[in-house]
Antibody, heavy 132, light 108 residues
């Protein structure tokens, strides 16, 4: 059975840091891309970050770029989200989600075109509150 | 940045058909995916790649897409279908996953 279990959420002061973890089980973790998606209280879903199966390719929403870092340890079947310089607007439930495959990477005219698969399994989420 | 537009709310009578739309500029070439989120729960995928349905999702849920709009159709609506529904695409121009703002489905 595919399972994702987030941890690491909590209360942190503005400007502080927090690291979220997502323990995966029931599938070949390294063969699938993964994402973090958040949901502020009473609001919709907001994509935060994505990472390829190997960890070599990472993608970030503009709202977190330069402050958050996504990574993974495939030997431990674990996805991470390091969150620095936290702001009140980062308060949300953070979901870890498994993609249906790995990213597709196509070289075109000296650059790369990427296709990120849809997410087919979600964790239950962990809550982050940024407040003084 | 790419924007997906959904109606904030849709209402349907039990047993009738609900249609939730998702509009985006030049959405035709993109693959659209749909997620259901019941109150207090994590999202669950109900349609992927415009019109495919994961195992375990009732046939009452179906997806379609034209050049300008994707639609999630829920036939024979039930009280248990009450939830928020989100459409989602991958925008290769920005390398971003994009979600629509969500639609609250009420079955009354």
């Amino acid at each position: 059975d595919v399972q994702l279990l987030e941890s690491g959420g909590g209360l942190v002061q503005p400007g502080g840091s927090l690291r979220l973890s997502c323990a995966a089980s029931g599938f070949a973790f390294s063969k699938f891309a993964a994402t973090w998606v958040r949901q502020a209280p009473g609001k919709g879903l907001e994509w935060v970050s994505g990472i390829s199966g190997s960890g070599a390719r990472t993608f970030y929403a503009d709202s977190v770029k330069g402050r958050f870092t996504i990574s993974r340890d495939n030997s431990k079947n674990t996805l991470y989200l390091q969150m620095n310089s936290l702001r009140a607007e980062d308060t949300a439930t953070y979901y870890c989600a498994k993609a249906a495959g790995d990213i597709v990477e196509v070289p075109i005219a000296g650059t790369y075109w990427y296709q990120f698969p849809y997410t087919d399994v979600w964790g239950k989420g962990t809550t982050v509150t940024v407040s003084s | 940045s790419y924007v997906l537009t959904q109606p904030p709310s849709v209402s349907v009578a039990p047993g009738q058909t609900a249609r939730i739309t998702c509009g985006g500029d030049n959405i035709g070439p993109k693959s659209v995916h749909w997620y259901q989120q019941r109150p207090g729960q994590a999202p669950v995928m109900v349609v992927y790649d415009d019109s495919d349905r994961p195992s375990g999702i009732p046939e009452r849920f179906s997806g379609s897409k034209s050049e300008k709009m994707a639609t999630l159709t829920i036939s024979r609506a039930e009280a248990g279908d009450e939830a928020d529904y989100y459409c989602q695409v991958w925008d290769s121009a920005s390398d971003h996953v994009v979600f629509g703002g969500g639609t609250k489905l009420t079955v009354l």
